[in-house]
């Protein structure tokens, strides 16, 4: 699995920043209610990093030579995929909670601004969630290989 380039993960972004107004004004057109404070989303997202940091650590250790516990490859694997995932769902909630914020800002200067910040707290904990992501994906890098034919010394 390659590691995730920082170009997709702006794509996720400017998707997320392009379709969260987009839906914003379909939502008000149509007389639904905006959405309100995500607290639980940036509760969830923080749980989520730490916990992905906790599962990535033992697989740094091993990686930088504290080979005295074993490492199961299928559960490094898995914590591999779950920090791409998470880096990717963090640039595009970072773009849709941006992109949030600046409709709630724009379409009814102070009116909206304690919305408006709620959704900036959002993109703090996405971007959270993706800088951990791009760690641990990091954490998860097989080290180098000795090429065939070398020889300890």
Do not use: H
């Not at 996405?126 to 992501?133: D, N, W």
């Not at 791009?134 to 097989?142: A, D, P, S, T």
């Amino acid at each position: 699995m390659q590691r995730t380039s920082s170009g997709i993960l702006v794509i996720w972004a400017v998707i997320g920043v392009v379709l969260a107004p987009v839906v914003d004004v379909l939502l008000e057109s149509q007389g639904f209610s905006l959405p309100g404070l995500p607290w639980f989303a940036i509760i969830g997202m923080l749980l989520l990093a730490a916990v992905l940091l906790v599962l990535g650590w033992p697989i740094k250790k091993w990686n930088d030579g504290d080979r005295t516990k074993e490492i199961d490859p299928l559960q490094a694997a898995r914590v591999a995929v779950m920090a791409k995932a998470s880096a990717l769902t963090g640039a595009g909630l970072t773009g849709w909670y941006l992109g949030n914020a600046a409709y709630y800002f724009l379409s009814a200067p102070g009116i909206r601004n304690d919305l408006a910040a709620g959704m900036l707290f959002a993109m703090i904990a996405a971007a959270a969630l993706m800088i951990v992501g791009l760690i641990v994906e990091g954490f998860c890098e097989l080290p180098p290989q000795d090429p065939p034919g070398a020889e300890a010394a």
